[in-house]
């Protein structure tokens, strides 16, 4: 068991880029998250995937956010035109939805600082 | 909606002392409640969950929890704090098995030698 990984660990970007982050859940976990976690505070949640399908949006995920989960394994949060207030953590779980766990496995998170 | 509120977002306590973290939360229906840890730089860790079967969870790390329905809390205790538990905790609901987590604010544990 490898764990959920996520690439990059950290990025540094301009006001204005685009940025892509990617997540690879636990082998056969078919829902996976993404959260935010900013400064002091707790992860916020921001969509999710059953298998391919994004079944949840937050209306913390801006026009600017786009998740996707092809194939239904891996997952990339991309943020357009990056703001200063996207400087984040940004989060991916997974659960093997349908066997009853209810607990979601967390990655290292992807810290992205906006210029 | 649901809700959590973590009372308290630093707490210090002697090396050797009972740990308590309050949680109180707000949820429609039977909560899923969780507590992870997250220590510097790293990803969170499930200490502990209730899913509505026994009222008091122990989890790892000598950490248990016990939901208090007509409190709405669910407050983390251990009973001998040790150095290593110094890290941020979170307390967490969620409304359905395999929904959205819903997180408090945190609460960053010291521990004093």
């Known amino acids: 068991d490898t764990g959920v990984s996520q690439d990059p660990r950290h990025k540094i970007t301009k006001r204005g880029q685009n940025v892509t982050f990617r997540c690879d859940p636990i082998?056969?976990?078919?829902?996976l998250y993404w959260y935010r976690q900013t400064l002091g505070q707790g992860p916020e949640f921001l969509t999710y995937?059953?298998?391919?399908?994004?079944?949840?949006k937050s209306r913390l995920l801006s026009d600017r956010f786009s998740a996707e989960r092809p194939k239904g394994s891996f997952s990339t949060l991309e943020i357009q035109r990056t703001e200063q207030g996207d400087s984040a953590m940004y989060l991916c779980?997974?659960?093997?939805?349908?066997?009853?766990?209810?607990?979601?496995?967390f990655g290292p998170g992807t810290r992205l600082t906006v210029l | 909606a649901q809700s959590v509120t973590q009372l308290g977002s630093h707490v210090s306590v002697s090396e050797g002392a009972l740990v308590l973290l309050r949680c109180n939360y707000s949820?429609?229906?039977?909560?899923?409640l969780f507590w992870y840890v997250q220590y510097p730089n790293q990803g969170l860790q499930l200490l502990l969950k209730?899913?509505?079967?026994?009222?008091l969870v122990k989890g790892i790390n000598g950490f248990e929890a016990e939901f208090k329905k007509s409190e709405t809390s669910f407050h983390l205790t251990k009973p001998s704090a040790h150095m290593s538990d110094a890290a941020e905790y979170f307390c967490?609901?969620?409304?359905?098995?395999?929904?959205?987590?819903?997180f408090g604010k945190g609460t960053r544990l010291h521990i004093l030698p």
């Open positions: 779980a997974s659960s093997p939805a349908g066997s009853g766990e209810t607990e979601q496995f």
């Open positions: 082998s056969e976990h078919n829902r």
């Open positions: 949820s429609s229906v039977p909560p899923y």
């Open positions: 209730y899913t509505s079967a026994a009222t």
């Open positions: 967490a609901v969620s409304e359905r098995r395999d929904d959205k987590i819903i």
């Open positions: 995937f059953q298998n391919e399908a994004q079944l949840e």
